[in-house]
């Protein structure tokens, strides 16, 4: 993988996110100032496990949360432009023509009662690639659409409905429906956990390619951290509603700073040696009444004084290997003090 | 084709059923005490007029038998005369439903249009001001009879405003239509006949509305917890996603999948409106089958009860194959799923 | 391991463990604001249900009283929901005509509800053999007629009481529980808990009553509580046409019906007994919904 350029503006701004979900007991804080920034042509991994706010950090840049969802303070910039206080009729243009997103089960992901053909098309037709009224140029662009996407008979596939196609198939078309209405990003929300193991590695390559065909930037969301590396530049890893680390992919696995990233590597079994799971004890805090300071705390081996009081900026152990750990504050000269669990 | 198949094999079950249904109500009806006899020709009829009645209509024999004689005239339309009219049930029926259907057109119309209305409005600002009312008083819908609402009606229209006239289905004085269809107002408007067109709906309006209130408050109940179900579904987020406007997506992406529980509840509702009716019709003395069927229970009118109950399941048996047919078509996977990949 | 210990671990455990579901019970339920009302609602009608000679002002109205110089009165303030033709104070008879409502709605439900229940668990276990076609064409045909119906044509046969415009309903909606576990248990059946407990040697009786039944019984019980409310609709409308208690006993739907012959004069006497049939089945219905959502995010 090639060192990406990052010399540029970026394509997308996430400063400073804070979004909440109103539940049973009360508010759910769960993005809890969530910064975040992608290059143009950048391919970035967000790395977490279950329950993180993945998934929730990117619906909001295209704005599908639930209901239930609020959000407090922050600004997602999308080209200079923030996202959350764009008027319903640019946001639906971005929506349209920019930006895309492909959900984790493409069984959930398309409407049942209709066939593929029929979504994809109507997609097209507000895309604007081609004339509306033109339904033979719809049609064929359709039809394009699936061919790129590696689709046997994709006229067949028009007019087939979701449950009579497989997982495979079904995740080929939300990738098809995306890439429509994307030019500048596309985000991938765990886009091959629902499918078969043999074909995964053929949707994830597939995803590769199209977003390199076409110069897009790629967000994709893994809780694989194989997976993670084989597919992009850059790699962010999340923990309970905030980014901890966020480094080029080749320096977070030679040299994981954040102790939530060391335990993650730690826990992936290797095939050299010891059959012994390290795992990391505990589990994620509660979201509706979240510690004030550093949310793994509860869970740090290295916790101390100023982690559980406020929670850690990001630093920048140089090389823009950034990590939100009071350990890397060069001020307070932590280093000296954290013992030897690297390497 | 397998739908065909699917519908003439539904058929021939419903056939069974309502054959099993004329069993079931023939036996009750037979085994009302009393002897029907008396009951038919008034308790001074004479000893022999008595024996010939009952010879006529076969009371002598066993309850088989009694049956098969019944069903033989029953498949030809033959329900035996009614006591209480002293005319044949069939033509009573085929006089007086035609009210009860204008009538249930009507509820029928409003149950889908305000109630499914209603539904969309409040499930695409679900906590809003107009989706809280409209839970609220659905709830009271709900909650009261049609006849209460049909008193009410009564009370507030007509006795207290004089807006609409109180009982019947014209004023007298003014020329039914030519029959074309036996719906007055159709008729009415057919023929030209605007002054007897009018005059009816002024009749059935409160009736009918009073009818399909329990059922509009169900329809909006059921379309907004449908489509709010929906709405929470990823597919939803992933067409908002692509561009497409939240308008379209509520009122085509949202409705359809959300429309199939939906479309059974009125359409039960709606085959059941033929019995329920009995209870408008009585407030307001509708002339209708429904309360025809009412008269002959308390008169205990045995060929009227079978006759009208015959006719309710037939009506009610064909609603639940519409029910199936309509689901089959808005569903896909149902239509679809012997023939799957 | 001491297994000794371990068990009566449990044994206190499950105690305590059964307030603690009873209380969480109780979050789920509350949460909905709507529900409670209902909740309060049920109580009260319950209670006046059971005591209404200690909560009405004139119990001896209940019966068959004449008081021809206080007839027919407007609402006032010895009279607060006025008097009936023969001078009784309408109140006290709404008061007391409560029982006879719930009687109804339980009754139905208690008889309907376990033959139902029944038939539709053989019918489920027995699923996709001849008497299970067999029973479920019976509950089809008790189904082809709308429920108001059917229970009209049986109550033509017996005489008009409330006990036999009970069973009149009962006759009809026993149909639709066996419908509604049939669906339940023929899905179960087949799920692998049960092939398993099979092949394990259990018997018959087990399988249906240990194994299907706890899956049914979360719509089971959602039904019984919505049920209340249109069971108890159903034999207001059987009494408004005649067919259910007979005066004097003091019922909800008479009373509509004999305000109504009396229109437009004399109105608090359909209004309010019409009024008290909305707040009965009102309070139940709201009940029954805040209980199937509870038992639906239970399930989630």
Redesign the interface.
């Known amino acids: 993988m090639a060192d990406v350029l990052d010399q540029k503006k970026p394509i997308l701004d996430i400063k400073n996110l804070y979004i909440n979900y109103k539940a049973?007991g009360g508010l759910c804080y769960v993005i809890n100032g969530l910064s975040l920034q992608v290059f143009p042509g950048e391919k970035i991994a967000l790395v977490g496990e279950s329950g993180c706010g993945k998934t929730t950090t990117v619906k909001s840049i295209l704005r599908v949360l639930p209901r239930q969802a609020r959000i407090p303070g922050g600004s997602i910039l999308y080209n200079d432009q923030d996202i959350l206080k764009m008027k319903k009729s640019q946001l639906n243009r971005v929506r349209k023509r920019e930006l895309s997103m492909i959900f984790q089960d493409p069984t959930a992901a398309l409407n049942p009662v209709f066939t593929v053909g029929y979504q994809l098309s109507d997609i097209i037709k507000y895309a604007e690639i081609v004339d509306k009224r033109d339904r033979n140029a719809v049609k064929r662009k359709a039809v394009q659409a699936l061919k790129d996407c590696s689709m046997p008979d994709p006229e067949r596939i028009m007019e087939n409905y979701p449950f009579q196609l497989s997982g495979g198939m079904r995740q080929r078309v939300c990738i098809a429906m995306a890439l429509a209405t994307a030019s500048n990003l596309m985000i991938a929300d765990e886009p091959t956990t629902n499918l078969d193991v043999t074909i995964q590695d053929q949707v994830l390559k597939l995803i590769r390619e199209l977003t390199e065909e076409k110069g897009m930037s790629l967000i994709l969301i893994t809780h694989s951290i194989g997976v993670a590396r084989m597919m992009a530049d850059r790699i962010c890893v999340m923990y309970a509603g905030n980014i901890v680390e966020n480094a080029k992919s080749k320096k977070i696995l030679e040299n994981p700073l954040h102790p939530y990233t060391i335990g993650l590597m730690d826990s992936i079994p290797k095939l050299t040696g010891d059959s012994i799971f390290s795992g990391i004890p505990g589990t994620l805090p509660s979201y509706q009444n979240p510690p004030p300071g550093c949310r793994f705390s509860d869970r740090c081996p290295h916790v101390h004084a100023p982690c559980i009081e406020k929670y850690p900026p990001s630093f920048d152990t140089g090389d823009g290997h950034m990590v939100a750990c009071y350990l890397y504050d060069k001020e307070h000269l932590l280093l000296n003090k954290k013992g030897n669990s690297e390497q | 084709m397998h739908g065909i198949k699917y519908i003439i094999k539904r058929l021939a079950w419903s056939i069974?059923?309502?054959l099993?249904?004329s069993v079931?109500?023939f036996v009750?009806?037979r085994?009302?005490?009393g002897d029907p006899a008396s009951m038919a020709l008034g308790p001074t009829a004479s000893e022999e007029a008595k024996e010939l009645f009952r010879k006529e209509n076969n009371l002598d024999e066993p309850l088989p038998v009694q049956y098969i004689y019944w069903l033989g005239d029953a498949v030809k339309g033959d329900f035996g005369k009614s006591t209480h009219t002293k005319r044949p049930v069939s033509q009573d029926i085929k006089e007086l439903l035609p009210a009860t259907v204008e009538l249930i057109i009507l509820a029928a119309a409003l149950e889908i249009i305000i109630g499914i209305g209603l539904g969309i409005l409040s499930a695409s600002k679900p906590g809003g001001m107009l989706d809280n009312s409209v839970r609220v008083t659905s709830?009271?819908g709900?909650?009261?009879?049609s006849?209460?609402w049909g008193?009410?009606f009564?009370?507030v229209f007509s006795?207290?405003t004089g807006l609409l006239p109180t009982v019947g289905r014209l004023t007298r004085g003014i020329t039914p239509p030519r029959t074309i269809t036996g719906l007055f107002v159709f008729d009415g408007l057919l023929t030209g006949n605007f002054e007897a067109a009018w005059d009816t709906f002024k009749h059935i309006i409160m009736p009918g509305t009073a009818l399909a209130l329990t059922g509009i408050a169900q329809t909006a109940r059921m379309t907004r917890s449908s489509m709010v179900d929906n709405m929470d579904k990823d597919f939803v987020a992933s067409e908002i996603a692509s561009g497409i406007p939240k308008r379209k997506v509520i009122s085509l992406y949202v409705l359809r999948p959300s429309s199939i529980p939906v479309v059974s509840i009125i359409a039960l509702d709606i085959?059941?409106m033929?019995?329920?009716a009995?209870?408008v019709e009585?407030?307001f003395s509708y002339p209708g089958v429904s309360k025809y069927?009412?008269a002959a229970?308390?008169n205990?009118d045995l060929n009227a009860?079978v006759g009208v109950?015959m006719v309710?399941?037939i009506a009610?048996?064909l609603v639940n194959i519409f029910v199936d047919i309509m689901s089959a078509f808005l569903d896909p996977r149902i239509r679809l799923k012997e023939n799957s990949a | 391991m001491n297994t000794d210990v371990s068990v009566s671990k449990i044994k206190i455990n499950s105690a305590s463990a059964w307030w603690n579901s009873v209380k969480r019970n109780w979050y789920m339920f509350s949460?909905n604001k709507?529900s409670v009302v209902g909740l309060v609602g049920v109580i009260l009608v319950v209670l006046i249900a059971i005591l209404p000679q200690y909560i009405a002002p004139f119990p001896e109205h209940a019966a068959a009283f004449t008081n021809f110089g206080d007839a027919n009165l407007p609402p006032n303030s010895e009279y607060l929901l006025g008097t009936d033709s023969t001078g009784r104070d309408v109140l006290s008879r709404i008061i007391f005509s409560f029982r006879g409502a719930l009687t109804m709605g339980v009754g139905v439900i208690l008889i309907a509800a376990p033959i139902g229940v029944i038939m539709g668990l053989f019918a489920g276990y027995f699923s996709g053999r001849f008497i299970s076609s067999v029973i479920m064409?019976?509950v089809?045909?008790?189904l082809?007629?709308?429920s108001?119906?059917l229970a009209?044509?049986?109550?033509?046969?017996l005489s008009p009481t409330l006990f036999n415009s009970m069973m009149a309903i009962t006759v009809s909606w026993w149909a639709w529980y066996a419908r509604l576990v049939y669906g339940t248990a023929s899905s179960v059946r087949n799920e692998y808990y049960v092939k398993s407990a099979e092949l394990l040697g259990a018997s018959r009786a087990h399988i249906i009553f240990r194994e299907i039944l706890p899956n049914c019984w979360s719509v089971i019980l959602t039904k019984m509580t919505l049920d209340m409310?249109v069971v108890i609709?159903m034999g207001?409308?059987l009494s408004?046409?005649?067919l259910g208690a007979q005066p004097p006993q003091p019922d909800l739907g008479t009373m509509?019906s004999e305000g109504?012959k009396l229109?437009?004069n004399s109105?608090w006497l359909?209004?309010f007994p019409?009024a008290a049939?909305?707040?009965i089945?009102?309070s139940f219905?709201?009940f029954g919904d805040g209980i199937g959502d509870m038992l639906k995010t239970k399930e989630e």
């Open positions: 049973f | 069974v059923v309502l099993g249904l079931l109500i009750i009806a085994v009302i005490p709830y009271l709900i909650a009261t009879p006849f209460v008193i009410l009564m009370l006795y207290w085959a059941a033929l019995g329920n009995f209870m009585q407030v069927c009412l229970i308390l205990k009860i109950v309710i399941g009610f048996l | 949460r709507i064409r019976i089809d045909i008790f082809s007629l709308p108001l119906v009209l044509a049986v109550s033509a046969i409310g609709l207001a409308s408004f046409v005649g509509v109504y229109l437009p109105w359909t209004i019409a049939i909305m707040l089945v009102l219905n709201l």
